[in-house]
């Protein structure tokens, strides 16, 4: 159960390590809304697996009835987070920022 | 198991002095929402991670819950407010 919940808390922080750094480095808003989806959805999601297997390791109710909430948060976050990101991804299309491209801008819109 | 989880609680938090700047100084709007989100998800696991470090886990579900909710809809109708109507600086 420990190896489970070391492998899970790695994984979610090389996520977050990893969408951090390119929301630094990433040259267009399109690719670090990308980088911060991944943030959202993988990274979080697998650290709140891990402090559930955490949670859950020492089985009565009362720790039951925790890791139930922390099930709920789970799932809300597996809900919400592209719910977000596509609604910021939709704003930015709407708005008419153009994609950024290599060697300088497209030439139609 | 509970050290693991302290020294991965400092690490998201210097996590997020980094996404911090991308909120300060992003070149658009919506790079100021997006940074902002990404240090809400990140608070979100880090009051987690507080409540196994003083054992409470039970009181902070509830409070990373409404947090995540928070977070959620004030992305949610930022963007819309910026959908609506359109980015002002035009960048």
Sequence with gaps: MDIAICILLGL???FFTGGTLGLIRLPDVYSRL?????IDTMGSISLIAALFLNEIESFDMAHLLVGLKILLVLFFQFL????ACHAMVDACLRAGLAPWVKGGQRSDP | ????????????????????????????TLDRLMGANAMGTKTMVL??????????????????????MLNFISVLAASRY???RG?????
């Design chain 1, 12 to 14: 979610g922080l090389l």
């Design chain 2, 1 to 28: 198991m509970d050290t693991i989880f302290l020294y991965s609680a400092v690490f998201i938090s210097l996590l997020m002095l980094v996404s911090l700047y991308r909120t300060a100084a992003g070149p658009t």
């Design chain 1, 34 to 38: 990308h980088m911060a989806g991944k």
């Design chain 2, 82 to 84: 910026f959908l609506k």
């Design chain 2, 47 to 68: 009051i987690l991670f507080l409540g196994t470090a003083f054992g409470r886990l039970d009181m902070f579900v509830d409070i990373a819950l409404a947090y995540a």
């Design chain 1, 80 to 83: 919400a987070s592209p719910t």
């Design chain 2, 87 to 91: 980015l002002a600086d035009k960048l």
